[in-house]
């Protein structure tokens, strides 16, 4: 179980590092180590995240697509391909893709090292403010 701090308005974990995700495993849709996500650890409830690593030369084993939430990888560490209907691309560190609901996905890892990423899933068209309009200053002086 990963580090925890909670407080009123957050919850904080700490996961260990990148290398560490392949003690982390899940069992359903499908059994895969390497896979955190942070939803029931965080408290997360406007936002599907998880924390990954996917071995070398492997694929996902299915194509998937979603019926309300787009996606949104990550990319921080290896290379890959991933594809969305039709199209197939190279991924590396600094790659991020955002793919629709409706898009059919896969991707995998056709490298001799770890791909590590992020993937974030929230409802398609669902922010009302999605720049920084949103932030609120709060007049309190910054003492660290």
């Given amino acids: 179980m ?32 390497g896979k955190a996500f942070l939803n029931d650890l965080l408290d997360l409830n406007s936002m599907e995240v998880s924390i990954n690593s996917f071995p070398p030369h492997t694929s996902v084993p299915f194509h998937h ?12 560490k290896g290379k ?3 594809q969305v209907d039709e199209d197939v691309f190279d991924i590396e560190e600094g790659s991020v893709v955002r793919v629709a609901p409706t898009g059919v996905r896969i991707f ?18 669902s922010l009302q403010h999605n720049n920084i309009s949103d932030g609120i200053v709060v007049e309190k002086p910054v003492e660290w």
Avoid at 6 to 20: M, P, S
């Fill in 108 to 125: 995998r890892n056709n490298s001799d090292e770890n791909l590590y990423f992020i993937c974030v899933q929230a409802k398609e068209n």
């Fill in 80 to 82: 890959g391909q991933f």
């Fill in 2 to 33: 990963p580090e925890m701090k909670k407080g009123t308005n957050y919850t904080a974990a700490h996961l260990g590092k990148w290398e560490d995700l392949k003690d982390y495993k899940m069992e359903e849709p499908v059994k895969a180590r």
């Fill in 65 to 76: 697509k979603h019926g309300e939430n787009e996606e949104l990888y990550i990319f921080v």
